[in-house]
């Protein structure tokens, strides 16, 4: 039976949660739960539920509300943006059960999940701004992505459950902000962007001026709402991940839809290069030297996109062994030869994909209405400036010229040429 939608408060998630029969045996009592809001993104409310008679006995409410929470009810956002986050994490958990939150309960009527409270996890954006590291981050979300875009996409799908997963899977109003606000409104000053005041108006022109970078960005915003590759999460960046030094989980997937894989890898590694370019500040705050630390990000930018390329690959390569060589391309004519130059040819363009996403993710940080905290914290606004400026850079020459780049040792390259690695921002 249908269940009329209301919005949860903290006075009213415990009786909710006592109607639920599957939670029965997460929960021992439903009488004293310590309930607590602790949403701190941009559109949905968190709870974190514990039983305070049993304090192991823990989980996590996240429901959505009929509008964009950062704004308020003045922004009307359907809620059924929970719809796809469900479906998303039911996929994803199948393809990589180690990395997704286990989800105890879900409801459509309500907008809600109930999953793993993941208490021995952090944040990982606020964790590299804490200048941590996870030595298992890159081979963790390689294997994330590896899985979850071959196994979504036509290499690995039948064709015609592929199209009813794509048609099931259109996400038009979370699409939409995403062709706005990362797309669309950093290239042309809209009223919705907001700028350091610091940052030098030249650096803004850089992007909102250059009829070719324009068009470089038009091509990527073509590519994203056109390019039905696999499904993807959507909004892969660092605050979608939660880590410790042993385990990584992926959560908040409700952008997926099926779109272009690079945007996935591409998010990811531009929030690398983001937190590279601020740790010229953030290093000598917190009394190091900027090297280490910084080359540590690159490395693991490059990492994840080498861990990807590699299992993706060997994903593929098993799929068509099983299938007696039957490809992507055909029958098995020449030893398997048309069937690998092609894979080759379409991990370049993924390669250039993926540049390209990162560069308008990484643009949209700067100048559009959802910063990241990475720089966007850092109080003296002139040594934001600079750190904004050398991320704006790179950006620009990564969007411009992303079929340039052999390799993603090129990019940190790049990187490094803009702010060297032992430059600090005092
Ligand atoms: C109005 S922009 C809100 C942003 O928050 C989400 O995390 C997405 O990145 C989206 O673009
Ligand atoms: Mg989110």
Known sequence: MAMEYRQLTESTVAEYLAGVPELRGRLSSFTDLDVREVGDGNLNY????????????????????????????????????????????????????????????ASTDMSLVAMRNLRDHRILRG?????????????????????????????????????????????????????????THPYDDSATN?????????????????????????????????????????????GSIMANSRETFVIDPE???????GFDIGALVANFYLAYFAHAWRQPQLGHDPASYRWWLLETAGGLWEGFTAKFLALWRDHDAARGGESFVGRDIDGGKSAEAYRQRFMKTLLADTIGFAACKMMRRIV???????????????????????????????????????????????????????????
């Not at 809620?79 to 997704?100: C, G, N, W, Y």
């Not at 994330?144 to 996400?171: C, G, I, Q, W, Y």
Request: glycine fraction near 4%.
């Open 255 to 261: 952008f997926a839809f099926y779109g272009p894989m």
């Open 368 to 426: 559009g209405i959802a910063k990241v905290a990475d720089i966007a914290t850092i109080p003296d606004l002139k040594a934001r400036a600079i750190v904004e400026t050398h991320a704006l850079d790179m950006a620009r020459r990564m969007v411009m010229n992303r079929t340039g780049f052999d390799t993603i040792a090129d990019v940190a390259a790049l990187a490094r040429s803009i702010s060297a690695p032992e430059a600090g921002i005092p």
């Open 127 to 183: 964790e590299l701004i804490a200048g941590k590291r996870f030595p298992l981050l890159a081979d963790h979300m390689s294997t994330f992505l590896a899985r979850t875009l071959f196994h979504t996409s036509d290499f690995a799908m039948d064709p015609a459950e592929k199209k009813a997963a794509v048609a099931a899977s259109v996400n038009t109003e979370l699409c939409k902000i995403t062709e706005d606000f990362v797309f």
């Open 46 to 105: 968190v709870f974190i539920v514990t039983n305070r008679a049993a304090p192991d006995e823990t989980l996590v409410v996240k429901q959505a509300v009929p509008f964009l929470r950062i704004v308020g009810e003045s922004w009307p956002l359907s809620r059924r943006r929970m719809d796809f986050e469900i479906a998303a994490l039911k996929t994803q958990s199948a393809l990589v059960p180690e990395h997704v939150p286990e989800v105890f309960h």
């Open 194 to 238: 907001a700028y350091n005041a610091e940052l030098p108006a030249e650096a803004i022109a850089g992007i909102q001026r250059d009829p070719e970078l324009r068009a470089a960005v038009g091509e990527m915003k073509f590519a994203f709402m056109t390019a039905a590759e696999a499904l993807v999460h959507g909004d892969l960046h660092t």
